[in-house]
């Protein structure tokens, strides 16, 4: 009896390690990559308790989540032979686990892959830009991240890795240390120099505005005084036909209101003045 007890409990042990060999689990965010003699055979992403056969198939983790990479500082050299270091990073996932598994066995293999088409493709695109376009010019930035985009996706495809790339964006472009003060110096210079310009073309055109306003007064007030003589002209002409009409209408009248004003002129300061007494402007300065 104890003998098929024994035989009993060694088949029910079996049964639960043969049964557990057989049984994997899939979880959510991930491939399982079974694996027949080291040799990769199926890939299954789908989550749930999947079977495999015991002894015989391993199987094998995968992330299949998106990943991000991010690239190492590296010194390139822009189109005009400017050195700037680039810093940049990769959205990548896998798309083909077994063929992941076959070509580069591992997630650290699959990053040294994407890092070598990320630095070949940055180092040609930055090579054919210049460094103000790079720094400067956002559009020309987004264009040039596309383009690196499609590069390094095409030669990965073309390698067959199993490795889709998502995105490829460069976060920082800067100056080696060595060589940032020389190019700040530069470009305080550049910065004088155009401050200097606008001030010369500031003073230029201040001059040009004072000498049409000065040509401009002088001419208003050329203007001005030869109103002015026309108008005291026109007043003067106008006084003398009054005069005239008015000496016309009365000449005794008009005669006597003159001498009265040449009595204001001549004594204005009392001066001491000879006349013969029977000339006529004594007579009315007497009047008799």
Do not use: C, H
């Not at 049964?15 to 694996?35: A, C, D, F, T, W």
């Not at 077994?98 to 591992?106: H, K, P």
């Not at 005794?252 to 040449?262: K, N, V």
């Amino acid at each position: 009896m104890k003998r098929k007890q024994w035989i009993t409990l060694i088949a029910v042990v079996l049964v639960l390690i043969i049964g557990s060999g057989s049984m994997y689990v899939v979880k959510e965010g991930e491939y399982k990559v079974v694996l027949k003699f080291g040799e990769a055979v199926r890939a299954v992403g789908e989550p749930g308790l999947k079977f495999k056969i015991p002894f015989i198939e391993n199987v094998s983790t995968l992330p299949k989540y998106q990943m991000t990479y991010e690239s190492a500082p590296t010194t390139i050299l822009t189109k005009d032979q400017k050195p700037i270091v680039v810093d940049n990073y990769t959205v990548w996932r896998i798309n083909n686990a077994s063929q992941f598994l076959r070509t580069v066995q591992s997630v650290s293999g699959g990053i040294q892959r994407i890092d070598e088409a990320v630095y070949n493709s940055v180092r040609r695109k930055l090579s054919e830009v210049s460094y103000d376009n790079i720094i400067s010019e956002n559009t020309a930035r987004g264009n040039i991240n596309d383009e690196i985009t499609k590069d390094v996706t095409a030669a990965l495809t073309r390698d067959n890795y199993g490795i889709e790339i998502i995105d490829v964006r460069i976060k920082r472009t800067d100056l080696p240390e060595e060589n940032k003060q020389s190019v700040y110096n530069r470009m305080i210079s550049d910065r004088q120099s155009i401050a200097a310009r606008y001030l010369s073309e500031g003073d230029e055109e201040s001059r040009k505005i004072t000498s049409k306003a000065d040509r401009t007064a002088t001419e208003l007030l050329a203007q001005a005084e030869a109103d002015a003589k026309k108008i005291i002209a026109e007043g003067e002409g106008e006084a003398a036909r009054i005069y005239n009409r008015s000496y016309g209408s009365d000449p005794q009248f008009y005669t006597f209101y003159r001498t009265l004003e040449s009595y204001v002129t001549t004594l204005r300061n009392e001066p001491v003045i000879m006349i013969p007494i029977d000339s006529p402007y004594a007579k009315i300065l007497l009047g008799q």
